[in-house]
């Protein structure tokens, strides 16, 4: 093992930030300055020669949808967002190529990966680009931007959430989109679906899920096709945010929250909110098990494996089946 590695990474986090790239120059002003202070001296025995390559897959949402693995073959026609002659993957394929070179520029490897994930995808970020859309009548209404991390969210993948909540709506001038009519599938996206299909990214990979715009906004859409490098700078701005606070030697927050998996201890509903108040949207029995993907006041989030199906339920009302480990 190399000796104090976190060290030698804020070594080259202060050289790429001295990097004289044009566009980048407004943001990495001040961040070269802050780590100008910071930067410790390399130790005395560092490999001068040595650089960590940060790696990092951007997914071009729908791209090559219907050639997804039989696992996900049910998803196969789901093609997303539509508008003018123009399909989603299209439009989230233009802003990864032109955020590509930005990254690469910096110092980073980029994998641009279609609908179909490699299976246990590794990378030091993983982010998923979409485009959202919604039908005529309250098109005009809806519009910006959003992001998710997976359920079981680790701390490196809420520390990519939060690059973007930074940097984006700073660099795009985009709305955050605080409808969150989507986020629950957003949190579920089969490319972060470890505990479901064998192609989807490592629990360990740090993962968000990126809602670039509306394509079905008339302002969202004048900035798509004038001015899509905007969109392209915020992507590969945000993901350079996360890279400077990350410390590829540090593996601990890179590993998801760990739940057992449980079985309900009689028939009953799941709710659609963590309480008794909500509906009951599906029933279950004591054969069902119960896959964790968030808590909440005494409450669980959880997929009933081997369904589509994701609800509520109190804590009181499962047991824990013993010795049964899903994590890989
Ligand atoms: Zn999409």
């Given at each position: 093992m190399l000796p104090c590695p976190p060290l030698r990474w804020l070594a080259l986090v202060w050289l790429l930030c001295l990097l004289p790239l044009a566009p980048l120059a407004v943001l990495a002003v001040p961040v070269a300055a802050e780590s100008r202070q910071s930067a410790p001296a390399a130790p005395a025995d560092a490999d001068p020669e040595f650089v960590y390559v940060p790696r990092v897959g951007i997914q071009v949402g729908h791209w090559n949808q219907d050639q997804l693995p039989s696992e996900q073959a049910r998803i196969r026609r789901d093609t997303g967002a539509y508008r003018e002659g123009v399909s989603e993957w299209e439009l989230n394929y233009m802003v990864a190529e032109q955020a590509k070179p930005i990254l690469e520029a910096a110092g980073v490897q980029v994998d641009l990966l279609p609908a179909t994930i490699p299976p246990g995808y590794r990378a030091d970020a993983f982010v998923s680009l979409h485009f959202d859309g919604v039908d005529p009548p309250i098109a005009d209404l809806r519009r910006g931007w959003k992001v998710t991390t997976p359920y079981l969210a680790s701390p490196k993948s809420l520390l990519l959430e939060q690059a973007f909540r930074e940097v984006y709506p700073t660099v795009t001038g985009l709305p955050y989109d605080e409808k969150h009519g989507s986020l629950a599938n957003m949190r579920a996206n089969y490319t972060f679906a470890w505990y479901r299909f064998e192609h989807a990214i490592a629990p360990e990979t740090p993962a968000a899920l990126i809602e670039l715009a509306f394509s079905t906004n008339p302002a969202d859409w004048a900035l798509i096709t004038e001015q899509p490098e905007l969109l392209a700078e915020g992507l590969a701005q945000s993901i350079l945010r996360y890279l400077e606070q990350?410390?590829?030697?540090?593996?601990?927050?890179r590993r998801p929250p760990y739940y057992p998996l449980y079985t309900p201890r009689e028939p009953m509903s799941l709710y659609d909110w963590p309480n008794y108040q909500s509906a009951g949207i599906e029933q279950i029995t004591p054969d069902n098990r119960l896959l964790v993907m968030r808590e909440q006041d005494g409450w669980y989030l959880v997929f009933v494996r081997g369904t589509w199906d994701l609800g509520w339920i109190p804590a009181e009302a499962l047991q824990r089946i013993p010795n049964y480990h899903r994590n890989r």
């Open positions: 990350f410390d590829p030697y540090q593996t601990l927050n």
